[in-house]
């Protein structure tokens, strides 16, 4: 089975990942999340209740990226110029001044994003989608590379504001933090009690823009893109997998935004892998993750106390995954790179 050719690139992710656990413990799940929200170029919303070191996963992370980060705590009387940036009047000059806000940066944290009102929300929206934000009559560009790193809390409703719909399809993936086992948390206690190892800086902005582009050549076959498609497709309509009952349970299914971010970060989580090929475990073990934040739930659902992933699990179960040969890699593999070496 053909392997990575060219393995320097990925040992950055390799090294990324052994400085982040210096101070994270266990949290495997959300970690390779992180890593393929940073190659495949998606925002991740990040979800759990409070002291699970969600928001010190992501400063950790980016303490391990070169480039700018920025952390804004989110709150109600937060508003657009806080984020974005404002025009200030120059009494000198008699001009206007434009100074951007916190968003000009690679990797943003926003902690207890739900905290934010409308009007934040729509400001956040345009750059997460657009990479880029207007100030008066003009367009700014935000930097190369960008992400939103967000976090929430579930179980507080007080001073809360749902995110709109809009806003939460253009989050690549939404991961869920639990609580970790007791012998993870003996190792938090003592490692928090102790003294805290430094982070070193591993990877610049550039060789992260790098990586991004080995892992968008990952070879993605036609029966995985069409596996993808019935997956999301199946949430609009379920009785087409013969999962009929769970149609009451669902209002809107996901948007085709779904099955584009499945195939982006199934590729980068095959880049993780080491392999140059999406294989079907690579697509399915993402599902949940790309999927959950984009169903819309009815009132039943709420009531029988269904969430978003025991219908998800029921959808996944009731498709069968394709077979897919690696052979069939090697030889597109071979195949391509002849063409290139040839060109």
């Not at 690549?172 to 007791?182: A, S």
């Not at 996901?254 to 989580?269: F, K, T, V, W």
Request: charged share 20%.
């Amino acid at each position: 089975m053909q392997e990575r050719t060219n393995g320097d690139l990925n040992k950055p992710m390799e090294q990324v990942l052994y400085e982040v656990k210096k101070i994270i413990v266990g949290q495997d799940h959300l970690l390779e999340r992180l890593l393929v929200a940073l190659l495949a170029r998606g925002h991740i919303l990040v979800e759990g209740v409070p002291g699970l070191a969600k928001t010190m996963a992501i400063k950790t992370l980016a303490d391990t990226i070169g480039g700018q980060f920025q952390r804004i705590q989110f709150t109600p009387d937060l508003v657009p110029a806080d984020l974005i940036g404002t025009r200030i009047y120059n009494q000198k000059s008699g001009d206007f001044n434009t100074s951007l806000g916190p968003v000009f940066t690679n990797l943003l944290l926003a902690d207890e994003i739900n905290r934010a009102p409308a009007k934040v929300q729509s400001a956040l929206l345009e750059v997460m989608q657009e990479r880029q934000v207007t100030i008066g009559r003009e367009t700014h560009r935000v930097p190369e590379p960008f992400l939103v790193l967000a976090t929430q809390n579930p179980i507080e409703s007080e001073g809360t504001y749902p995110l709109p719909e809009a806003q939460v399809d253009r989050f690549m993936l939404k991961v869920l933090v639990g609580y970790p086992t007791p012998t993870e948390e003996f190792v938090i206690v003592e490692r928090m009690t102790g003294s805290v190892q430094a982070i070193r800086k591993v990877l610049t902005p550039e060789q992260l823009i790098a990586l991004q582009k080995e892992a968008a050549q990952v070879y993605v076959d036609p029966a995985l893109i069409e596996y993808a498609v019935k997956l999301v497709t199946a949430t609009r309509k379920p009785q087409t997998v013969g999962q009929g009952g769970l149609a009451p349970y669902i209002l809107f299914g996901a948007s085709p935004r779904a099955s584009i971010n499945l195939i982006l970060a199934a590729r980068a989580l095959a880049f993780i892998r080491d392999r140059t090929y999406v294989l079907p475990e690579d697509v399915l073990d993402l599902a949940a993750d790309v999927m959950r934040h984009r169903l819309v739930l009815s009132y039943e659902a709420l009531a029988d106390n269904v969430d978003s992933d025991a219908l998800l699990t029921r959808i996944l179960n009731a498709i069968p995954t394709p077979e897919v040969s690696p052979r069939d890699h090697d030889a597109i593999f071979a195949r391509d790179n002849f063409a290139r070496d040839n060109a």
